[in-house]
């Protein structure tokens, strides 16, 4: 008599005996489960994994025992039924088949994941120069959902060979494979483009995560690659999707590609009575009352000089985007008070030129952007045009008739 048959013989009927196996596989899975649990914390601990990557692994390894064990339980006791038992021992043994499956899929990606995060734990992007860890980082997440894919196909592929109808179908399958290669391709083309480029833009370096771009005409960074998309975080909390091949297809720039420093400028047009020099001297206390200047570049520049105004630009730097558009608010903010109360000449005005004739030849008067005319320039110009202004600037006449 062998193990199975002795089984049945001692503990009664079919259910009994099942309920008692799956009452032992629990507890067994458990108390392994707890002393496996106690001994990997511990090695994390020593090693410094971080404790919510591996706590994320705690339930699906658990769970993956437990189907385990109750189906080495179930199958356990099945064994000892009667023959002609097959129309219960084959859905069961499928049904548990695809448990098993769907645990192991479950724990394998969870291990994958504390795997990527123990590895991007050496890679920070919280200090200044975190160009690499942004770049590794973006990499091994690309990798990471690559992988959780293959896993998933993996599983139910492997769920649907416990079918002998599937596995049957897998003959013709792979004879068609040529045909169904073609129609997917051309019915899925979008598709397998962006996961092109989006494989492309995870290890070409063209954007990375918190990468500070302008796409699509809006500034913001890039908060998440995917295989299929990139979501760009506007200023304005705005989240935009793109797909993946517009950054392959579509120039954009992107402001911290080598580096997070950056330079503007901050421009004004001026009256001709500004003294350079002097802003020169309040743009250089300006940048040294304030953190946000990186002492890198300060210069002050009359661009332009034609019409009635002058074009002075001045250009700054900053350690990052954020940081360098404060400091533009700052010093444009600042000089417009220092030009209201030290020289308020340079502001912008408007000047208009008009002649007149004089003893002296032609005489020339300002006029002010007001529009307030002297009734001698109405019809200046002549001695004819002075005598026609008088009838329209001299006092009304009444004509009686004779």
């Known amino acids: 008599m062998d193990i199975a048959s002795f089984w049945y013989t001692v503990t009664g009927t079919v259910w009994s005996r099942l309920l008692v196996s799956i009452v032992i596989a629990v507890v067994l899975a458990m108390v392994v489960a707890a002393v496996v649990g106690v001994v990997f914390r511990a090695i994390a601990r020593r090693r410094g994994w971080p404790d919510r990557a591996v706590g994320r ?35 069961v043994g499928q049904a548990l088949g695809i448990e098993i499956i769907a645990f192991a899929a479950w724990f394998v990606g969870a291990f994958v994941s504390l ?3 123990v590895a991007l734990v050496r890679y920070r992007t919280d200090v200044a120069d975190n160009r690499v860890a ?22 139910i592929g492997s769920a649907l060979l416990l079918f002998p109808e599937a596995r049957s179908a897998g003959a013709s399958l792979f004879a068609s494979a040529g045909v169904i290669s073609i129609i997917a391709g051309l019915a899925a083309q979008s598709t397998l483009g962006n996961v092109i480029a989006g494989m492309q833009l995870a290890f070409s370096g063209a954007i990375r995560v918190d ?4 796409a699509n005409d809006e500034w ?12 760009l975080h506007v200023w304005d909390d705005r989240r935009l999707v793109l797909p993946s091949t ?3 297809t579509t120039p954009f720039e992107n402001w911290t590609r080598t580096s997070s420093q950056l330079m503007q400028s901050v421009d004004f047009d001026l009256d001709w009575l500004v003294d350079p020099q002097a802003m020169r001297d309040e743009m250089h206390r300006i940048l040294a009352r304030t953190t946000l200047w990186d002492g890198r570049v300060s210069v002050l520049q009359v661009t332009d000089a034609v019409g009635g105004m002058i074009h002075v630009r001045i250009l700054v730097t900053a350690v990052d985007a954020p940081t360098l558009f404060d400091l533009r608010c700052f ?3 600042e000089m417009i008070r220092w030009l ?13 030129l008009m002649t007149e004739p004089g003893e002296g030849g032609e005489r020339i008067t300002e006029r002010s952007r007001s529009g307030h005319r002297d009734d001698r320039e109405l019809f200046g110009g002549s001695a004819e045009a002075d005598a026609r202004g008088k009838d329209f600037t001299g006092p009304v006449r009444t004509h009686r008739p004779a």
């Open 115 to 117: 795997l990527v995060d």
């Open 57 to 91: 692994l705690r339930w699906p390894f658990r769970w993956l025992l437990m189907g385990i064990g109750i189906a080495i339980a179930v199958s356990f006791t099945l064994a000892g039924l009667p023959a002609g038992s097959d129309g219960l021992r084959t859905p």
């Open 331 to 333: 010093v444009r903010e």
């Open 340 to 352: 209201h109360e030290q020289q308020p000449a340079a502001l912008p005005r408007t000047r208009v």
């Open 134 to 155: 942004r770049r590794v980082r973006t990499q091994v997440l690309i990798l990471r959902r690559l992988a959780i894919v293959v896993i998933v196909v993996i599983a």
């Open 211 to 214: 990468d500070v771009v302008i």
């Open 220 to 231: 913001g960074r890039i908060e998440e690659i995917t295989l299929t998309y990139v979501v």
């Open 246 to 248: 517009y950054f392959t």
